[in-house]
């Protein structure tokens, strides 16, 4: 059997691999383990987005957290960046979240924060996954000692305070236009940037359980796009399930990905003296354009593996305080932990602001090299094997060998889905999209 966690906590389909047993089962583990294996009393938050399932995976959850003697903090629908900020806030204990981030509505997911608001490293999964089958490693204390549940009813209410004071800036004047992906966003980006002035409008930001990351979000971007031109806005973010991503779109209904906003909130940074040691911190999917930026500009842009844990991680053990994903991971590591949708919203409409500028005028400053990314569907069991098999070990070196002297090519799995993506970043977009189908189609002939 596979490690259970992925890049970012416990996913699956609710209710067939992701079970009421095995969130009971994770909230007892990851309570004990995430409270010092003994500590009395502990705390623990607790957040969801909007999904149906999100209900029933709570109750499981918060169960098993009480089972141990832990008490659950419920701060309801709420964004992934909102629990870590506020486990810090709040001086709990740990924090937990309920959501499966971009992925479809069927899947949900649970990730644990600890007291710091950081994701956790390798080896507390391994800790907690090691425990999960081990009920007698667990306490189950009786009476008194039974954990109990509260509600935070103040929980995004604190989160929207804290938005607001991550900029000085006002935004009066400016038309900002919100996709909120029918997602955990829904309250909280439409109230940071009305309470900061902004002319809102907002699309998908009713959801019913069944229509997040619905043709909505940040995965799928067009809808914003044209809501931006047709209403005039001067910009549109879009955020996703768990609003921890944010992609942005100019006035013209360009798209502004992670790598352009880290372009732009960097080099803002580095003009103003706030950007750590020059460097911008991304991972092998960066576009190259990003890199040309920053050696043009004296900005170091380092890679790390794909997952914003990893971005964290490299960002923490060189004191850097910029860095994030093209997919909109962006993490403001002076404001928060994770990477923060909302608050990366807010930074670049904070640039736009002081330097009086469109956001069309903003993006030219980095030029994008055309890029193709193609999903290989593939058994989710044999996915990491996929150099195992003669035939397309042997098509992924002759593409390479295509690509070597004005392209790259790189291949990778996804920690999330039953997906092995192929990326191919050259000159002719027609031409990369064939051949990055073709190995694709590949793949899922030998990987069923």
Do not use: W
């Not at 990730?111 to 800790?127: I, M, Q, S, V, W």
């Not at 549109?236 to 992609?247: H, I, P, Q």
């Not at 990778?412 to 889905?417: A, C, D, N, V």
């Amino acid at each position: 059997m596979g490690r259970l966690f992925g890049t970012d906590g416990v996913r699956g389909i609710a209710n067939e691999s992701l079970t009421a047993s095995l969130a009971y089962r994770l909230g007892r583990a990851g309570a004990y383990v995430l409270t010092g294996e003994g500590a009395r009393s502990p705390r623990i938050l607790v957040g969801m987005d909007t999904r149906r399932s999100g209900d029933l995976l709570e109750s499981a959850l918060v169960a098993g957290i009480c089972s141990v003697g832990a008490h659950a903090v419920l701060a309801g629908v709420i964004p992934t960046p909102a629990v870590a900020h506020l486990v810090r806030r709040y001086g709990l204990d740990a924090g937990v979240v309920i959501s499966a981030s971009h992925n479809p509505m069927e899947y949900n997911g649970i990730k644990f924060f600890d007291r710091n608001g950081y994701k956790l490293p390798d080896a507390l999964e391994d800790r907690i996954e090691e425990l999960l089958n081990d009920e007698t490693a667990l306490p189950s204390p009786v009476g008194a000692a039974v954990g109990t549940k509260i509600r935070c009813d103040e929980a995004v209410n604190d989160y929207i305070s804290f938005l607001c004071g991550s900029t000085k800036a006002r935004f009066e004047g400016i038309k900002v236009a919100l996709d909120c992906a029918n997602g955990a966003s829904y309250v909280a980006a439409p109230r940071t940037f009305d309470a900061l002035g902004a002319k809102v409008r907002v699309i998908h930001n009713t959801p019913n359980g069944i229509n997040i990351n619905d043709r909505c979000g940040s995965t799928h971007i067009e809808g914003l796009k044209k809501f931006v031109v047709d209403s005039g806005a001067d910009i549109g973010f879009a955020f996703d399930g768990d609003a921890d991503r944010c992609l942005a779109v100019d006035e013209r209904g360009e798209l502004l990905d992670g790598d352009k906003i880290l372009a732009i909130c960097g080099l803002y940074m580095k003009e103003q003296g706030k950007l750590e040691k020059n460097t911008i911190v991304g991972t092998v999917m960066t576009n190259l354009g990003l890199m040309m930026m920053g050696k043009e500009h004296g900005i170091s842009v380092l890679q790390t593996n794909v997952g914003d844990r990893y971005v964290l991680e490299k960002m923490k053990e060189g004191g850097y305080n910029v860095g994030g994903e093209q997919s909109g991971h962006i993490i403001f590591l002076d404001q928060n932990t994770t990477g923060d949708g909302v608050l990366t919203a807010v930074q670049l409409l904070t640039v736009m602001k002081e330097k009086g500028k469109k956001a069309s005028e903003l993006s030219a400053v980095m030029q994008s090299m055309p890029q193709v990314l193609v999903n290989a569907k593939v058994n989710n069991a044999k996915k990491e094997h996929y150099m195992e098999v003669a035939e397309i070990r042997e098509a992924i070196a002759a593409l390479q060998e295509e690509f070597r002297q004005d392209g790259r090519v790189l291949i990778r799995t996804s920690g999330t889905e039953p997906l092995v993506r192929v990326m191919i970043e050259g000159r002719d977009l027609a031409h990369m999209q064939r051949r990055a189908e073709d190995l694709a189609k590949l793949m899922e002939n030998y990987l069923q």
